[in-house]
């Protein structure tokens, strides 16, 4: 099957007075229809810009994509005018973020906001766009839409302003959804709620989601396949119960022990040593080597590529024969 | 309401304190210096100036109750209608002033905020901050030799022409009568003699607002609705002038009802450059020659449009924003 998001190679950087920080550093992902991609990884590992860059929503006077390939439906991306960008974006790929708090633009309602895109996209008369707003609504599962529409974003819940933000991103057709961080700032029984919310929708309208997080549950819920990502490299990746459960490389085994288990609550919470490394000055080698407890002379060295574990797991260590 | 009245004492209070705590005699003032005493005690008698202060406050505020202003000791007129007289000149100065500043100023902070950081940033900045540094009475010196005097474009005092008859007074204002009765050369006449005025005038508050407008805008451009607006592919004009402009309008407007009261003050100096008849230079003329109850009308009945438009300023917050409810 051909991947509707392909990403190769991908470097990004950002200037700053200090010089350029290499943020993303060579990002292989491939997305393929229908699917749920888990991307995680902890703060500041390129996750969101990652997505960002899928959007070309990087910061245009700091970000410089030096290298690599995004391709959509067979198309590259990278290098396509902020003309074109702004025809994909919500029509065909679209984005909702961690903060539903502020998402919506405070001035408008609801109804609004939604009819905008939907005139904007499918080119919809009012009226007709208004009938969609509804039934989008109703789609998310919100109670008396009607009433909705009519409705400020500060009358709306989080859990109902994400719904809403859903039903944005998904109303003028996407096929690729870029979820950042959907469910952070919500309560847990909302948190559920979402994600099964998303998960029905999305696999009831064929469209493949880029899930972001840094919460290993959330993927095991709802993802197929999962990405690792430590510091601008995706580190292992695959089917989400291989890398789960059998984990290849040291830094998803550590975060994997890094998760409380309620069966053993009397044992200390597992930490990773050590910090995540200034990506000015990156580590030579594996960017993982400082905190790693296998290193050896290669991989402070030589950058690991990712490589076969078995069918459809890859890992990024030099050491993973060793340990498999 | 109770707000206005409360502020219009205090001001009340604090003007007729003022001047009569400020050494002079209108008394002496009117008669000249070689009266004679029994006289001069005849007068202070007529005018009340002999009573205790506080009583002079009562009898004040007992006449404001009625909406009588006093009389003015150098015309021997009633304030109120004297200043009714002058007032349509310098509201139309102001009004024109304040559209100029508001228009000008949020348009050149968008274009500001929208092109943070280039050249076309620079440029308004520097405009702006021109604007709040150049006083008023040397930016006003500087356009009339220029335009006025060197160039002879515009015309540099009054209203109207000399040899040209204002048009029949509806409301006074000299533009909006003209349309209304059709007389398009003194609108013509009218428009030329308050380009220059209205330059003067507005462009301290045309800098204060570009500077807010920009600061509000850069602001709102980083909030999070304005990403999913983009991420929700909206372009970018759209997401300046209708998902940022409005929320960065709410401090703007708070500004904007500030800056009337800057504007009729800044009136007096402006009126006084341009020969322009409006209350500010009758003001003036008051002031040198010691009349009270004139400068005191004058500053209640500017007090109070302050207040008022103060008032409209928070009857017009639910509108912008929908959390506040009125």
């Known amino acids: 099957m051909e991947p509707l998001l392909k990403i190769s190679d991908l470097h990004v950087g950002f200037l700053n007075y200090a010089g350029v920080a290499r943020v993303l550093n060579g990002i292989d992902l491939e997305l393929f229809p229908g699917e749920f991609l888990g991307l995680v990884g902890e703060s500041g590992s390129g996750k969101s810009l990652t997505a960002n860059a899928v959007l070309g929503l990087l910061p245009a006077r700091s970000a410089v994509i030096s290298k690599g390939s995004i391709m959509f439906e067979g198309k590259e991306l990278i290098g396509r005018s902020e003309k074109e960008f702004q025809g994909l974006r919500g029509k065909k790929i679209s984005m909702v973020f961690q903060e539903p708090m502020n998402a919506l633009n405070p001035s408008y309602k609801i109804g609004k906001q939604m009819v ?3 005139k904007l996209h499918k080119g919809l008369s009012n009226k007709e766009a208004k009938a969609e707003a509804v039934r989008w609504l109703t789609q998310v599962h919100i109670q008396n839409p009607e009433k909705v529409v009519k409705e400020y974003p500060y009358e709306l819940s989080g859990g109902m302003r994400q719904r809403v933000l ?6 003028c057709g996407s096929q690729l959804l870029l979820a950042d961080e959907p469910t952070t700032a919500l309560d847990v029984t909302i948190q559920a709620q979402i994600l099964r919310l998303m998960k029905e929708t999305a696999d009831q309208l064929g469209t493949s989601v880029l899930l ?29 119960t291989k890398v789960l459960h059998e984990p290849c490389h040291p830094y998803t085994k550590a975060l994997l022990k890094a998760l409380p288990n309620p069966d053993h609550s009397e044992t200390e919470l597992q930490s990773i040593p050590g910090s995540v490394p200034n990506l000015l000055t990156p580590p030579a080698g594996c960017r993982f080597h400082p905190r ?9 060295e030589l950058r690991p590529q990712l490589t076969t574990v078995s069918e459809n797991h890859y890992v990024a260590c030099w050491r993973e024969e060793d340990h498999v | 309401m109770s707000q206005l009245l409360i502020v219009l004492l205090g001001v009340s209070l604090v003007t007729f304190l003022v001047s009569h705590v400020v050494p002079g005699d209108p008394a002496r003032m009117l008669l ?12 202070r008698h007529v005018m009340g100036l002999d009573k205790p202060v506080w009583l002079q406050y009562f009898d004040y505020l007992g006449g404001l109750l009625q909406g009588d202003l006093g009389i003015s000791i150098r015309s021997q007129r009633p304030v109120l ?3 009714l007289t002058y007032f349509p000149a310098t509201i139309e100065l102001t009004l024109f002033a304040m559209g100029f500043a508001v228009i000008s100023g949020v348009g050149l902070g968008l274009l500001s905020a929208a092109y943070r950081d280039t050249p076309i940033d620079h440029g308004t900045r520097v405009l702006a901050i021109l604007g709040v540094s150049t006083p008023l009475f040397w930016l006003g010196l500087m ?18 022409d000399s040899f040209i008859n204002p048009p029949t007074q509806i409301t006074g204002l000299y533009v909006l009568d003209s349309i209304l009765t059709g007389d398009w050369v003194a609108l013509k006449s009218s428009i030329l003699h308050l380009v220059l005025p209205t330059i003067c005038l507005g462009y301290i508050q045309l800098a204060t607002i570009a500077r807010l407008v920009r600061a509000s805008m850069i602001e709102v451009l980083e909030q999070d609705y304005i990403k999913t607006a983009l991420a929700n592919g909206i372009p970018r004009y759209r997401i300046i002038y209708r998902h940022a402009l409005r929320n960065a309008l709410i401090p703007t407007v708070t500004l904007i009802g500030l800056t009337f009261g800057e504007l009729l003050g800044g009136a007096i100096l402006t009126e006084t450059i341009f020969t322009w008849p409006g209350m500010g230079k009758y003001v003036v003329d008051s002031i040198s020659f010691l009349d009270f109850p004139a400068i005191m009308g004058f500053t209640i009945l500017v007090a109070t449009i302050y207040v008022i438009i103060n008032m409209v300023v928070d009857l017009l917050y639910p509108i912008l924003d929908p959390q506040i409810k009125g």
């Open chain 1, 116 to 118: 905008e895109i939907l």
């Open chain 1, 166 to 171: 859903l039903a944005m991103a998904l109303s």
């Open chain 1, 212 to 240: 972001i997080t840094h919460d290993l549950a959330v993927v095991a819920q709802t993802c197929q396949r999962v990405a690792v990502m430590y510091c601008g490299n995706i580190v292992e990746i695959g089917p989400v």
């Open chain 1, 292 to 300: 790693c407890d296998l290193v050896e002379k290669t991989c402070m």
């Open chain 2, 32 to 43: 000249g210096q070689r009266a004679d005493a029994q006289t001069l005690e005849n007068l």
């Open chain 2, 81 to 83: 209608s004297e200043l």
């Open chain 2, 143 to 160: 356009v009339l030799l220029l335009f006025y005097k060197h160039l002879g474009w515009l015309p540099g005092s009054g209203r109207l």
